[in-house]
């Protein structure tokens, strides 16, 4: 049994690293993410791991050195927001493309411009076609615990892809939560030895790293790199059920609160999620029959789980915290991709909340499910797409 | 480990570490540089590189011509990847999880992944410490999407983005100079060579692998195709850089600048010029003042660099002739 705090979202995460030790970390400052590397420079600076700490001069380097760092064979995290991400954006396909197991725990912000450093899954969002797996966190809890299997799943010898696990800005990342800690001996032992597959450091057997393919085997790379996200999500699943083993606490690929018997659902991401269950709870007391679908992981997105975890609903919502500009909200757009292959295709509507970390609140989830009543009874969506939470 | 000789007959015994089969334009003189480089010494070698003419010509699919461990990543970042190789290395042998062999890191750059885009990376890498030499091979031209200026190129020459035109005779900006730039970063060793000066060359990596912490080397690297020169005059033209102080042979130790070696005569900068094709507009006659202009650039530079020696003690005298 672990030990219970009273940590904020960063905090959780901070300590997750420390617990994994990693070999080498390279970071760069960013609000709402600094935080995190900050408490995790002093205990780089009190000897309480062992990482090589690389304080880069920017995010692009920051990526760089953990894509040398990675290659050269030993464990590497780094973390980051928004702009951070944003710089990166090179070289994330390049750190998925080499199969390096990076992880990098990112705290959603949204995207300038106008500059702002709230909450939103922008930046996220923005690196959805990397060919990193991605993982969304509902509160400081997820965060921790999604961190701590990142590892496991990015470096199982079937995967090797990096890994980013994603909690809301300020709202998770800054507030004080119930959390509970692993022990430090079980995380490392969860964790396990690191295993180097052709390291650089290998000075007898030299690698080259980064060749240039041109068409006549391009296409063929990009389609191997397919087939390894097919695998993650097994192993996603092994990885939750050992740690449920360790800690009691359940993962899936997504979560689902009141959906078995439910006729509409409301699918949302992260910190929003819980504000949605408890006005789902309200509605159920008076005989609607309403759920959420939760997804952890948005990438590799599990299409085929999700659609048979819907089927039953005759409509559903889709909560995105940011938009596609000129198209869908892009949770919604992956949610329809998975409807598509149901028999009965529900109607849906898509509502964009949340950006720039507006509030979500209590009537803005009501006023979604007052929309889902009808739209099951006369299956007629009035507009597909609309933001909620505007002020006019 | 000790320096190793630098003889000929027993360089020429040793195993090449950068191979035949590489596709880079024969007369090139980037794989020279490297080839040299990597001859200097026997320690183990880990490198990067920038995107650019070395790398796209050096390893393709599963053919590499590195016989020691290489990463390319990007083009902007050669310092700040080899700076996480050498991070990693530097824990796992902290850790003991990794034997201590002396490994040296060693980035290869363009002078556009270097001087330009590449620049906050190396500048970056350099004050953070890390013990790596970065070796800028400088053709004066981003030549690998087709001979474009950069902020290496000469002053008049002929590139496709600063074309000489009726209006707009080529480049109208000085060269950076990057060396300079980096000695400011106040580490312990940067030097500038050329490949046709082998000796020397080699003898300067030697010494910076000798040196903990962050260097810098700046080799002149002729390209026929930018430069619009013969092919077999790699070496000659890397010679003529040196002859007319267009590119002197010196180096910064611990802020003590050294002039390694000085040409008996100073050749006019015209005959590093005329054999090539780029600078070939310089010499119309409505031309005049740019070579006027390119030579008193290289007259004050190379006065300023002696007056410098001078200030720390002087010239080292050749050893080759
Ligand atoms: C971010 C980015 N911008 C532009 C390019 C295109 N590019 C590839 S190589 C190159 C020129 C390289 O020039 P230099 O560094 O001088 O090396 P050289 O080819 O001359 O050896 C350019 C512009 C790129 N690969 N990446
Ligand atoms: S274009 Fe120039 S630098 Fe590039 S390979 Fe050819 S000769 Fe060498
Ligand atoms: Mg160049």
């Known amino acids: ?392 | 480990m000790t320096t190793k000789p630098l003889k000929l007959r027993e360089l020429a015994k040793g195993e090449d570490r950068f191979v035949h089969g590489h596709r880079m334009c024969s007369g090139c003189g980037a794989p020279i540089v490297v080839k040299q480089v990597l001859m200097a010494t026997d320690y183990p070698i880990v490198a990067s590189n920038a995107t650019g003419c070395l790398e796209v010509s050096s390893c393709i699919q599963q053919f590499t011509a590195w016989k020691i461990p290489w990463i390319h990543s990007a083009f902007e970042n050669a310092a700040a990847t080899i700076s996480g190789v050498e991070a990693m290395y530097k824990s796992l042998v902290k850790q003991g999880k990794l034997e201590d062999r002396n490994v040296k890191f060693v980035a290869f750059g363009g002078d556009g992944g270097t001087y330009d885009i590449g620049f906050q990376s190396l500048s970056g890498a350099m004050e953070r410490g890390h013990d790596m030499l970065y070796v800028c091979y400088d053709n004066g031209a981003y030549m690998n999407t087709g001979i474009q200026r950069s902020s290496a190129t000469p002053f008049g020459a002929n590139t496709t983005t600063c074309p000489a035109g009726d209006v707009i005779p080529g480049k109208l900006q000085q060269r950076k100079d990057l060396t300079k730039i980096m000695a400011a970063h106040g580490i312990p060793y940067v030097a500038q060579a050329s490949p046709a000066n082998w000796m020397d060359l080699m003898k300067k990596v030697q010494k910076a692998f000798e040196i903990k912490g962050p260097k810098f080397m700046n080799v002149i690297s002729p390209c026929n195709r930018g430069w619009r020169s013969k092919t077999n005059d790699a070496v000659a033209l890397a010679r003529l850089a040196v002859e007319t102080c267009y590119w002197p042979l010196y180096e910064i130790e611990n802020g003590v600048t050294k002039i390694t070696f000085k040409p008996k005569e100073k050749k006019p900068l015209v005959d590093f010029l005329k054999p090539q094709g780029r600078f070939r507009h310089m010499f119309n006659p409505e031309n005049e003042w740019m070579l006027k202009q390119a030579q008193e650039y290289v007259d004050n530079q190379w006065e300023r660099l002696q007056k410098e020696a001078a200030f720390f003690g002087g010239e080292e005298k050749a050893e080759e002739k």
Not at chain 1, 294 to 299: A, D, G
């Open chain 1, 1 to 392: 049994m672990g030990k219970i705090v009273a940590v904020t979202g960063n905090e959780a995460c901070a300590q997750a690293l420390k617990q994994i030790n990693p070999d080498v970390c390279a970071a760069y400052p960013i609000t709402p993410a600094t935080d995190l590397m900050q408490r995790f420079s002093g205990f780089v600076n009190d000897g309480k791991v062992d990482t090589e700490l690389v304080l880069v001069e920017s995010e692009h380097s920051a990526m760089s050195a953990c894509i040398g760092a990675a290659a050269a064979g030993g464990r590497v995290a780094t973390a980051t927001s928004s702009q951070g991400l944003a710089l990166m954006w090179e070289m994330l396909y390049i750190a998925a493309g080499t199969r390096l197991p990076i992880v990098m725990p990112l705290v959603n912000r949204a995207l300038s411009a106008p500059l702002n450093i709230h909450g939103d899954h922008s930046d996220g969002m923005g690196a959805r076609d990397t060919g990193w797996i991605q993982f969304y966190s509902e509160n400081a809890q997820e965060a921790y615990d999604n961190t701590i299997q990142a590892f496991r799943v990015a470096e199982h010898l079937d995967i090797r892809l990096p890994v980013i696990v994603c909690m809301d800005g300020f709202i998770v990342s800054h507030s004080i939560e119930r959390v509970e800690y692993i022990d430090d001996a079980d995380v490392k032992k969860f964790v396990g030895k690191f295993v180097a597959v052709n390291p650089l450091l290998d000075i007898d057997n030299p690698k080259s790293y980064g060749p240039l393919i041109l068409t006549d085997l391009y296409h063929e790379y990009k389609r191997a790199q397919h087939e390894v996200m097919t695998r993650v999500p097994k192993v996603v699943l092994e990885v939750a059920a050992e740690f449920e083993k360790m800690t009691g606490r359940r993962y899936g690929l997504f979560e689902t609160y009141r959906l078995e018997d439910a006729e509409m659902a409301v699918v949302v991401m992260s910190s929003a999620a819980g504000t949605t269950k408890d006005i789902i709870d309200q509605y159920r007391d008076r005989g609607v029959k309403i759920g959420l679908l939760k997804p952890r992981m948005f990438r590799p997105f599990p299409f085929a789980e999700i659609a048979n975890a819907l089927k039953h609903v005759k409509a559903i919502a889709v909560l995105d915290r940011a938009d596609s500009f000129g198209g869908m909200g892009p949770l919604y757009s992956e949610i329809a991709g998975a409807v598509m292959q149901m028999d009965t295709k529900p109607a849906m509507i898509n509502k964009i909340f949340g950006l720039g970390g507006r509030d979500y609140l209590p009537d803005q989830a009501e006023h979604v499910i007052d929309e889902l009543i009808t739209l099951a009874k006369t299956g007629k969506v009035q507009a597909v797409k609309e933001y909620i939470g505007v002020r006019e």
